[in-house]
């Protein structure tokens, strides 16, 4: 089943950014360690067969936890499981755009639970699996139905690709870092993982580059954070003149809505 999140309260949501880049797990500049972006999107994606094997291992997955809940392996490979599966989920169009079904968001959720249990149950997380994770997040946040709920999985996203960061520090790596971080609002933080990216630059050519493709990236993600202080503002003022602020299923969309060119599509 298709939802179309689509077309109702534009004061409310009015964000569109493309960072499709950051959803399918591409840096700003080289693909660093071994990522394979056909991991993040299956090449038979939006097919419930090729999500089957996925939900199979997941379930064999979930019987041996039971056994033992904190076991970092198995846990990791539960997140794995239900990432591909999810991914497999996602119909991709002929002109690129994504929709996606609610089972397949259900299967991200599973994915993002199961990483939280994972990064608990270990002290050195995988640069692999959160590298995978970081743009899940987005997908998750792009998806929300309010503020806070997408709040949450952007600085998910963040914390992941940080991990992946601080295992792999490299002008790419640190590059996304800051993409990441300054949809957070911690500008303090994106400009500091900025900064660690210019430092890394092989040519002041290579520097500006980095200048170039993060400043849009900065005023948007500014621009995106004054909208959700402005709803929240709208929110309390409604609530405190005893109106009732607009709950997650009236949204005129996902406070993200077109992130990154995809949607819960109709």
């Keep these: 089943m298709l939802f179309d999140l689509r ?7 009015k964000v569109v950014y493309a960072m499709l880049a ?3 797990g591409i840096s700003l500049f080289v693909a660093v360690g071994p990522f394979n972006i056909g991991e993040l999107f299956n090449s038979n994606s939006g097919s419930v067969n090729a999500a089957e094997p996925y939900e199979e291992q997941a379930e064999r997955i979930e019987v041996k936890l039971k ?3 904190q076991d970092p392996e198995l846990l990791l490979a539960l997140t794995r499981a239900q990432l591909n599966a999810a991914n497999a989920k996602v ?3 002929p002109n690129g755009a994504r929709t996606y079904t609610t089972e397949g968001v259900q299967e991200y959720q599973r994915a993002g639970d199961s990483w939280s249990k994972y990064l608990k149950s270990t002290e050195e997380p995988s640069p692999n699996l959160a590298q ?3 743009p899940a997040f987005i997908t998750l946040a792009e998806l929300a139905r309010n503020y806070d709920e997408a709040q949450v999985n952007l600085e998910a996203s963040a914390a992941a690709q940080e991990i992946v960061t601080e295992q792999r520090p490299s002008l790419n790596s640190y590059s996304t870092l800051a993409y990441y971080t300054y949809f957070t609002g911690d500008y303090a933080a994106a400009e500091k993982a900025e ?3 210019k ?8 520097e500006k580059a980095i200048e170039t493709q993060l400043k849009p990236i900065s005023k948007r993600a500014r621009e995106y954070q ?3 202080k402005q709803a929240e503002k709208e929110e309390a003022e409604a609530a405190k003149a005893g109106g009732e602020a607009p709950s997650p299923e009236n949204l005129e969309g996902s406070p993200l809505e077109g992130l990154g060119g995809g949607g819960l599509g109709g």
Aim: hydrophobic share 40%.
């Design 226 to 228: 004054n909208e959700r």
């Design 7 to 13: 077309g109702r309260r534009k004061n409310v949501v």
């Design 67 to 69: 056994k033992d809940p």
């Design 199 to 206: 430092k890394l630059a092989k040519s002041k050519a290579e």
């Design 195 to 197: 900064a660690e990216a």
């Design 132 to 134: 995978l994770m970081a």
């Design 22 to 24: 950051a959803l399918m």
């Design 91 to 93: 119909n991709v169009e």
